[in-house]
């Protein structure tokens, strides 16, 4: 067994398909499929197979995600003793849009400044699926806004509480208790099912008899702030998303008497018998920045 036909299988499950593999790779097409073909044959099954003209995979090639993960960490191993633990290789990380736009921008680029031979692959995506692409093996580190964890088969570190506000347009109402009348016709704004603050807000509702809003689904915190300085509705973020609209005075944070459970910054990083030095290197940047972070509320 090959390294570099592991190397191409795992290309082509961050990638999804054999043409953005061999592009990123460097191969032909056919190079691709005979890697793939042989590892097949070592096996003995299929890895991928297509529905409705999508690759996906068999469940042997799900089998072999964090088997050929463990394999690729180890020879990455042996070459970092090599190189004397210099930091180099490829980044993986996985995080909500809500860290990503309001947390991670400073810490990419002094992580980049310092440790340019290192290629940095960011992705979005909600909290639950961030955490299932870390156990599959497609990243390398997840960060997560979500309740109290105590995740298996993860090294995690709790960053720091998250405030979460409701806000409103700056000409909305005082108070939340003005949205619960039964004449009211605001609007719940929010971002995708599976999102954890949204999740926790409406299982609120339930808990506390709380009639549900309509709400509008939207796909980005920018759109959803800019919904709902219009007028139209009302949301429920982290207040570091929203911390320099209220302090412009376009958005306006409503008061509330309810009690909403705490809510954190997690980072995950999948338990290997080792790890790299991108990702040690980054997990210390991580912890050294975020709980510096302003996220009080005045």
């Keep these: 067994m ?22 990123q790779l460097g191969y032909t097409q056919s190079t691709i499929t005979t890697h793939i073909q042989s590892l097949e044959e070592e096996i003995g099954g299929e890895l991928f197979t297509y529905e409705k003209r999508h690759l996906k995979l068999t469940p042997l090639g799900r089998e072999l995600i964090p088997l050929a993960e463990d394999l690729l960490a180890t020879h990455d191993q042996i070459k970092s003793i090599q190189c004397n633990q210099e930091v180099k290789g ?20 002094e992580y980049s400044s310092k440790y340019p031979q290192v290629r940095f692959i960011l992705t979005n995506g909600t909290c639950e699926q961030n955490q ?10 997840a960060l997560m806004v979500y309740p109290e964890l105590h995740p298996e088969k993860c090294i995690h570190y709790e960053l720091v509480e998250e405030k979460m506000v409701l806000v409103c347009s700056k000409d909305g109402p005082e108070h939340f208790d003005d949205y619960k009348l039964e004449n009211n016709r605001s609007i719940f704004i929010t971002n995708e099912e599976g999102c954890s603050y949204r ?20 796909w980005s915190i920018e759109a959803i702030k800019q919904t709902v300085m219009s007028g139209l509705g009302f949301s429920f973020l982290p207040y570091i998303t929203v911390k320099e609209d209220v302090e412009r005075g376009k958005l306006h944070i409503v008061n509330h008497s309810e009690t909403f459970d705490p809510i954190y ?8 018998k080792w790890l790299s030095p991108a990702v040690q290197a980054f997990a210390e940047l991580v912890i050294k920045s975020i709980p510096s972070t302003d996220n009080d509320l005045e």
């Design 2 to 23: 090959e390294i570099r036909h592991l190397v191409t299988f795992q290309t082509i499950v961050e990638i999804g398909s054999y043409t953005g593999a061999a592009s």
């Design 90 to 109: 490829v980044l993986r990380v996985a995080a909500p849009e809500s860290i990503t736009i309001s947390r991670l921008s400073p810490i990419i680029r």
């Design 132 to 141: 299932v692409d870390l156990i599959s093996g497609r990243v390398d580190v």
């Design 199 to 218: 999740t926790m807000f409406e299982r609120y509702l339930v808990k506390h008899d709380i009639p549900p809003f309509q709400t509008t689904q939207l």
């Design 265 to 272: 910054s997690h980072m995950l990083i999948k338990k290997k």
